[in-house]
């Protein structure tokens, strides 16, 4: 069957315009990241082209400097966040957990990303020309404001594909708290890392593309 047309399960065999079905998927998505997912504030880290973006780690502390990293400035983001943390396992008489939490972003919040910053995620290969199909996903070292703590995004991954095309519906990756190291000892004194506030607005209204409903 062709992959423009999607026919569900127990409705007949006519097909259905995938174009229009996943257009509704992506109102759907838009809609509950602004009434069920608070925005936070997101910092993107600027590539090699645009600024500094680090250096080679520190011959006595092996650790890279992060004091030359520079960010775009901080934007409203929806990110799901899940700091429940994940279990280890029994050690010594009790339970630890991993340093890292788990993140997701909707794939109608990585379409709005890229109308904000007009940057394609470079790993991401556009299957056609579609506007909805040029997105920016949050990349390893972005930033981004939770329960007053800077965290670090590791990796996203994309998951659950609709229907039968390659179109991701959403990204799933894992985050770290953004702490100092011995070349940046004052993060928190950096004045492109102090969010204006702990609650950001709702991004849609400001200068941004909205979705339906």
């Given at each position: ?87 280890k ?8 957990t ?91 004194s950096r ?23």
């Amino acid at each position: 069957m062709d992959s423009r047309y999607y026919r569900p399960e127990g409705v007949g065999v006519f097909p259905l315009n995938y174009t229009a079905r996943e257009r509704t998927v992506l109102e759907i998505q838009a809609k509950r990241d602004r009434r069920h997912i608070p925005p936070l504030w997101f910092w993107r880290l600027l590539t090699p082209d645009e600024g500094p973006n680090g250096a080679d780690p520190d011959d006595d502390y092996f650790e890279q400097p992060l004091i030359h990293r520079q960010y775009a400035p901080p934007v409203a983001a929806h990110i799901y966040v899940d700091d429940s943390g994940e279990s280890k396992g029994m050690k010594r008489g009790k339970v630890d957990t991993e340093g890292a939490i788990k993140v997701e972003v909707s794939r109608a919040e990585v379409i709005r990303l890229y109308g904000v910053y007009g940057i394609l995620s470079d790993e991401y290969e556009v299957p056609s020309k579609n506007e909805d199909e040029l997105i920016y996903i949050p990349q390893p070292g972005d930033l981004f404001f939770f329960k007053g703590t800077h965290l670090r995004i590791h990796q996203l991954a994309d998951v659950d594909h609709f229907g039968p095309t390659g179109n991701p519906g959403k990204w799933e990756g894992t985050a770290s708290q953004f702490v100092d190291d011995a070349s940046a000892p004052l993060l928190a004194s950096r004045a492109d890392l102090i969010p204006p506030s702990n609650n950001p607005p709702q991004p849609v209204g400001m200068n941004e593309i909205s979705w339906p409903g």
